[in-house]
């Protein structure tokens, strides 16, 4: 909202595009290395030292060095700080996964979810006050954040525990974790790409909102499913699918409390989110709702991509999120002379890799994970605020919008308290307050 303010959509639709791109090569070439460090060192005894050193040896510094020389060609001093950017990014985030994996989870929480962003906002902030506000700057301060990250995990370094059983990682696991990861680089990163190179910034600038939409919904969900992904490991390992289901269901249920308050106000308050952006997005409030909706319920379904990575089913993940893709070109082949184009193909292959993550997880579990009426209590009081809101004209009410947050934010809270997974964790922490 900053950055839409102050330089207006279509500058933002300029900024978004360059982060689309680093995070875009990110996922494409580097990721799968970070699974590889969650999927292993959740066993105490292991280490991947061989694999690390090679990894980086003979594929990450030769690609770097390839995408700097290539970047610095093509775009000059910002292709050149992209790739700095990148590099940091990758370290940033090995980092993080490792903290993940060996139980040092606050640690990695805090400095991946609070301090990165707190050192670029508090930086965009100075910048704004005097007024040094252009693209280049704004790039840095987008690095500055992974710059944080890895300055915040060095004291810490010394709480990982270190492993005794060097572990031979096959290619096809890093393949199949990295394959995963290129389709979701696909989904998250080429829309944006895509609307900016054949619509223009500012309707780059819109669909770099849904997908802020999108990566916030990911930003409420992802910490606890980082935290459960080593967990999910162990117990697939240890043959425990029965505790899996109970914690993948409480997963949902902590989710949805944050999820459906968030819907309360993406879903119910349109016009008020828009304009709180810029009163140039007030025109694409019924785009904007549709496309929250689809993303809010899928996001409900819980963290599906991270369970079957986690047993053994990275093939189906990725399989899932290929045939989504195929329905996404599919979409902008066919409405390709809409303006907004890629904003309705990334609707539809949100709306048919939700329906084939379902389908696979209630498979594996050979059974509905999540009951129907489950469901409904969650959302029945999101869809009781929108008639509310509609027919009392209270589109624009800030207050009204906050109340509705409230009241829907404490519905759920009481439906997640009765789940018994999560009574036991607040009564083991209560306990040990206590002690």
């Keep these: 909202m900053l950055l839409t303010n102050s330089v207006g959509i279509a500058g933002y639709g300029d900024y978004t595009f360059l982060v689309s791109v680093i995070e875009g090569v990110y996922y494409f070439l580097f990721s799968g290395s970070i699974k590889i460090n969650t999927f292993y060192l959740s066993i105490p005894s292991l280490k991947l030292t061989h694999f690390k050193k090679t990894y980086i040896i003979y594929y990450a510094v030769p690609t770097f060095v390839a995408i700097l020389g290539a970047l610095t ?10 790739t700095i950017i990148l590099i940091a990014y990758f370290l940033a985030y090995d980092r993080s996964s490792i903290f993940f994996s060996r139980g040092c989870q606050w640690q990695a929480l805090l400095g991946e979810y609070v301090v990165g962003r707190l050192a670029m906002l508090s930086s965009l902030m100075v910048c704004l006050k005097i007024g040094g506000i252009n693209g280049l700057v704004l790039l840095t301060l987008y690095g500055i954040q992974f710059l944080a990250m890895l300055v915040w995990f060095i004291p810490f370094g010394k709480n990982l525990k270190p492993g005794e059983e060097e572990v031979e990682v096959p290619l096809k696991k890093i393949w199949n974790f990295q394959q995963s990861d290129i389709a979701y680089a696909f989904v998250n990163y080429s829309p944006t790409i895509l609307q900016y190179i054949f619509g223009g910034a500012f309707s780059a600038g819109f669909i770099g909102i849904i997908v802020l939409v999108k990566k916030f919904l990911n930003f409420i969900s992802g910490p606890m499913a980082k935290i459960f992904l080593p967990e999910f490991s162990r117990l697939y390992l240890a043959g425990k699918k029965e505790e899996i289901r109970r914690s993948y269901l409480m997963i949902v249920r902590i989710q949805m409390l944050f999820i459906s308050t968030i819907g309360a106000a993406l879903i119910g308050f349109p016009h008020l989110i828009l304009r709180l952006f810029s009163a140039e997005l007030l025109p694409y409030v019924g785009t904007f709702t549709t496309v929250a909706a689809c993303l809010l319920m899928i996001a409900g379904i819980g963290p599906v991509t991270g369970l079957l990575q986690m047993t053994g089913q990275e093939w189906l993940c990725s399989k899932n999120q290929w045939i989504s893709i195929v329905v996404m070109i599919v979409v902008w082949v066919v409405l390709g002379k809409y303006p907004l184009f890629a904003v309705y193909g990334l609707c539809a292959q949100t709306i048919a890799e939700g329906i084939f993550k379902y389908y696979s997880v209630c498979k594996w579990f050979d059974g509905p994970v999540i009951p129907v009426h489950s469901y409904i209590i969650m959302w029945m009081p999101v ?4 008639v509310l809101v509609e027919a009392l004209n209270l ?8 109340a509705s947050m409230a009241l829907v934010g404490i519905w759920n809270l009481f439906f997640t308290l009765n789940d018994p997974l999560v009574k036991d964790a607040i009564a083991e922490s209560l306990r040990k307050l206590r002690r």
């Design 383 to 386: 869809a009781l605020e929108c």
């Design 73 to 82: 060609v093509a775009k000059g001093v910002y292709g050149f700080i992209s």
């Design 395 to 402: 589109k624009y009410s800030f207050v009204a919008l906050l």
